[in-house]
Antibody, heavy 121, light 108 residues
Framework: QVQLVQSGAEVKKPGSSVKVSCKSS????????ISWVRQAPGQGIEWMGG????????NYAQKFQGRVTITTDGSTDTAYMELSSLTSEDTAVYYC??????????????WGQGTLVTVSS | DIQMTQSPSSLSASVGDRVTITCRAS??????LNWYQQKPGKAPKLLIF???SLQSGVPSRFSGSGSGTDFTLTISSLQPEDFATYYC??????????FGPGTKVDIK
């Protein structure tokens, strides 16, 4: 059974950066896209970007270009999402999710438990 | 970006009710549409992929239909554990996927 386990909650100052990890177990880590999405309190779900570990190339949402970096470490089957220049609007729960494909349709079949990032002075 | 809308934004229903949620895309997305259920404090859970395919382990009271721009999620007989928020998500423009704003289903 695939499991994605994320790092713990973070409290950050405005202007700083945060790095969240997502460790995969029980599946073939390198072959699937790992995406990051976020959900601000009481709000909807927003895609930030994704990476295919076997290729190491990431795609980012226009909104986060230049501010987000998604990487992987194949030796530990772990994905990372680093977000810089934090503001209070970045306060949210951040999720990693595995992207599967069936008949050409991509969907998120496994999710991490979420990491709350609070940005406050 | 492809914009997704959902209606209603919230609804109240009773156990045993038939519930239908609608999702509309700003352009045709063929059948590149998925549905998720989210309970408070939990990650979303995949219910339906490719518009109408039931994810393994999901009860058969959940069903999805539609193609192009208009889609529906139907719960045939609402159960107590189904009170949650439901999101549609398009993957036509992968990797730039987008989610709908959600529909909250609560107890009447």
């Amino acid at each position: 059974q695939v499991q994605l386990v994320q790092s713990g909650a973070e409290v950050k100052k405005p202007g700083s950066s945060v790095k969240v990890s997502c460790k995969s177990s029980g599946g073939t880590f390198s072959s699937y896209v790992i995406s990051w999405v976020r959900q601000a309190p009481g709000q909807g779900i927003e895609w930030m970007g994704g990476i295919i570990p076997v290729f190491g190339t990431a795609n980012y949402a226009q909104k986060f270009q230049g501010r987000v970096t998604i990487t992987t470490d194949g030796s530990t089957d772990t994905a990372y999402m680093e977000l810089s220049s934090l503001t209070s609007e970045d306060t949210a729960v951040y999720y990693c999710a595995r992207e599967a494909v069936t008949r050409g349709v991509n969907y998120f079949d496994y999710w991490g438990q979420g990491t709350l990032v609070t940005v406050s002075s | 970006d492809i914009q997704m809308t959902q209606s209603p934004s919230s609804l109240s229903a009773s156990v045993g009710d038939r519930v239908t949620i609608t999702c509309r895309a700003s352009q045709s997305i063929n059948s590149y549409l998925n549905w998720y259920q989210q309970k408070p404090g939990k990650a979303p859970k995949l219910l339906i992929f490719a518009a109408s395919s039931l994810q393994s382990g999901v009860p058969s009271r959940f069903s999805g239909s539609g193609s192009g721009t208009d889609f529906t999620l139907t719960i045939s007989s609402l159960q107590p554990e189904d009170f949650a928020t439901y999101y549609c998500q398009q993957s036509y423009s992968t990797p730039r996927i987008t989610f709908g704003p959600g529909t909250k289903v609560d107890i009447k």
